[in-house]
């Protein structure tokens, strides 16, 4: 199994773009949109949805008759998504980790546990990929559950995970066990900025990675470590791309780019 992920420093980079297009021209894999707050990969990979399914986490809910008001649970809660408050624990849900502490450490076991809803995942296909989207229930505090249980969908063989922006926790879950990771950035100060970012991540985390400037152009940032292609900036691609359309599909100058990222990534990742 290989898992390519695909990052940006910061939202508008063209993530998207790049982790669509990889897919189709790589053929039979699995796309993975992981970036749940905004997932959009589907405008572009847009098959018909197979299944469905909801994305639970266990709140803890505190009985009341059986807790003598001992704190132990606060205690040991670092998230302080847990308070005694005049004679009753109160449980701060958006907060909470979910990490099931609290009942292990409550001596009365006053503490039980209920499914809250944060997100969904849906199942499709798009001609020989196969499409994971997960989206994150609004207001929701946290997409690592959302992320987590996209990724439970990866299949043998190629996995392109389409990554949140940044390098926030979300970004952490979606990377773990990533076999190579491409960043995609722009011409732009702002841009290489955020890309110093995530490469440092990478580099504390030891993955390896190569960069794709997307929109290349004459700028007074230049790229120039571990760049594996450069994709230029065109108008007919930018209305392609607002249609929802696949620049591989109508471009072969596009095809011809992907189809190098694709022969790198067998190079550098056994895909």
């Not at 205690?75 to 302080?80: D, I, K, L, P, W």
């Not at 209920?114 to 849906?122: F, R, S």
């Not at 940044?166 to 900025?193: K, N, Q, R, W």
């Amino acid at each position: 199994m290989a898992k390519i992920a695909i990052l940006s420093g910061k939202g508008g980079t063209g993530k998207t773009f790049v982790a669509t297009n990889l897919a189709r021209i790589a053929g039979k894999c699995t796309y993975l949109d992981c970036d749940v707050e905004e997932p959009n990969g589907n405008i572009f990979l847009n098959g018909p949805i197979t299944k469905t399914c909801d994305v639970t986490v266990k709140i803890p809910v505190v009985d009341k008759k059986k807790c003598d008001g001992c704190r132990e649970c606060v205690s040991f809660c670092r998230f302080n998504a847990l308070a005694y408050l005049y004679d009753r624990i109160l449980v701060f849900k958006n907060i909470c980790h979910n990490c099931g502490g609290c009942a292990l450490v409550c001596p009365n076991g006053a503490i039980s546990y209920e499914n809250i809803k944060v997100g969904e995942v849906t199942i499709g296909q798009y001609l020989d990929t196969m499409v994971v989207t997960g989206t994150m229930k609004v207001g929701t505090e946290s997409a690592v559950s959302t992320v987590a249980t996209t990724l439970e969908n990866a299949q043998p063989g190629l996995n392109i995970i389409d990554c949140p922006p940044g390098t926030a926790c979300s970004v952490m879950e979606a990377i773990e066990d990533a076999s190579y990771c491409i960043i995609v950035v722009e011409p732009t100060l702002f841009s290489y900025h955020n890309y110093l970012m995530v490469k440092e991540l990478l580099e504390k985390l030891k993955l390896p990675y190569g960069l794709v400037v997307n929109k290349d152009m004459e700028s007074t940032v230049e790229y120039t470590d571990n760049v594996i292609a450069r994709i230029p900036y065109q108008k007919e691609i930018g209305m392609l791309v607002a249609s929802g359309k696949l620049a591989v599909e109508h471009s072969d100058e596009y095809k011809g780019i992907f189809m190098d990222i694709l022969d790198t990534l067998r190079r550098e990742a056994n895909v």
